[in-house]
């Protein structure tokens, strides 16, 4: 039957095509339905969404998605802190509790606590800051100097394949605490933020924060 119905319509594909070229709108069933000129509008506006949707995927940080529930717990502010974390940490020495695995003159490494990735640092002035401008030309170099210090020591103790450097200034600029200014320092490997290692079943590494203190700790006691 079915080769049948497929042999019947393949004969008459031009008296088809004469049809709709004849009715227009009638063989799309818009006249029958009473959709007329508003369905028209509607269809066409499906249409501009459709590429408007596809005019989006260009975009590939849409497509980066990392499920971290314990994050949600931050963002929604289900934790909160008493005063500023950073200056608890500017305040005290290195220690596993503040995750400050180091301090240079005016500046100082923090493990991540929510971190996006392995080794997730940052790294800020001591003092409590959230303006670049404010930061004298001596403290902007230090924490500039830092910065390039913690690159070459994730470079070398975890080995990835890039690095996002970011600073987020203000609050709409995603900053989580706006009025102590932080550079983001996230080492990154092909594949760890998307769900094709899932798929493959391997796993993406996330060491604990123990172990990641610990590495960068002796790192920086070590190098000259
Ligand atoms: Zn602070």
Redesign the pocket.
Known sequence: MIEKTRARKSTKPGAKKKGLKKSGLKKSGLKKSGLKKSGLKKLALKKSALNLAIGKEIWPSEHDVLFRPDRLKYVRKLIRTEG?V??TA?NSGPSLETLCFFKSKHSMAVLNKYPYNSGHVLVLPQG?CGDILSLSSEQFHDLNDLVREVVKALQSLYEPGGLNLGLNLGAVAGAG?P??LHYHVIPRWTGDLNFLPLIAESKVVVENLEVSFDRLLRYFKARK
């Open positions: 500023c950073f200056c500017a409590h605490i009025g102590h």
